[in-house]
């Protein structure tokens, strides 16, 4: 199993900046796929950033490209999201998540991902 542990989150003014991190233990060496979802009330569940752990290929959804960074650390294991210019059609509940495959398309399948973390908040007024 894998179990995936988020940070960081909160609230934030129109235009700031926040940082999320997710630390990824137990059968990692599985992981291949490791990114973000974000969930806003009322909304499907959408992939916002996901990374192949292997070779660093990323995909970004269209409304946080030039915005958002994620940022590896394979021997910690950990993933990171820098999240810049947030608007309040950001604030969702942000979601760690760990796939042992993936498609990185035109868009990403939260069915591919078999691990997820508890969720962190982000609101952003």
């Known amino acids: 199993h894998v179990q995936l542990v988020e940070s960081g989150g909160g609230s934030v003014q129109a235009g700031g900046s926040l940082r999320l991190s997710c630390a990824a233990s137990?059968?990692?060496?599985?992981?291949?796929?490791m990114g973000w979802f974000r969930q806003a009330p009322g909304k499907e569940r959408e992939g916002v950033v996901v990374i192949l752990t292997a070779g660093g290929r990323i995909y970004y959804a269209d409304s946080v490209k030039g915005r958002f960074t994620i940022s590896q650390d394979n021997a910690e294991n950990t993933v990171s999201l820098r999240m810049n210019s947030l608007t309040p059609e950001d604030t969702a509940m942000y979601y760690c998540?760990?796939?042992?495959?993936?498609?990185?398309?035109?868009?990403?399948?939260?069915?591919?991902?078999?691990?997820w973390g508890q969720g962190t908040q982000v609101t952003v007024s």
């Open positions: 998540a760990a796939a042992e495959w993936c498609r990185l398309g035109s868009s990403v399948v939260a069915h591919d991902f078999g691990y």
């Open positions: 137990g059968y990692t060496y599985r992981i291949k796929c």
